[in-house]
């Protein structure tokens, strides 16, 4: 196991990590095709701070990378929704194209 993950584990069970924290964590799982960590992760994240817009488009593309379809739809319309409230238009333009993907 890296040490990378270990630290990011630790932090989380510690209660330390900030919401960037849990989206790292999500990202390692995600590294290891440890897929159903990641979601766990982002979930957990999700409840914490639904308004992190990032975590949405990355679980997104996960899970159509993962070929779990209709899960990447609901988080990237849930990004969508985030992403309009923050006025990011960036991450609109991104979450627009992984949704094109669904298609």
Known sequence: MSKRLLFLEKMLADGKADSFGHYCLALEY???SRVDDAVATFQALRAKDAAYVPMYLMCGTMLI???RPDEAR???LAGKEAAGRAGDSKALGEIGDALARLA
């Open 30 to 32: 995600k590294g290891l």
């Open 65 to 67: 990378d993962a070929q």
């Open 74 to 76: 609901e988080w990237l």
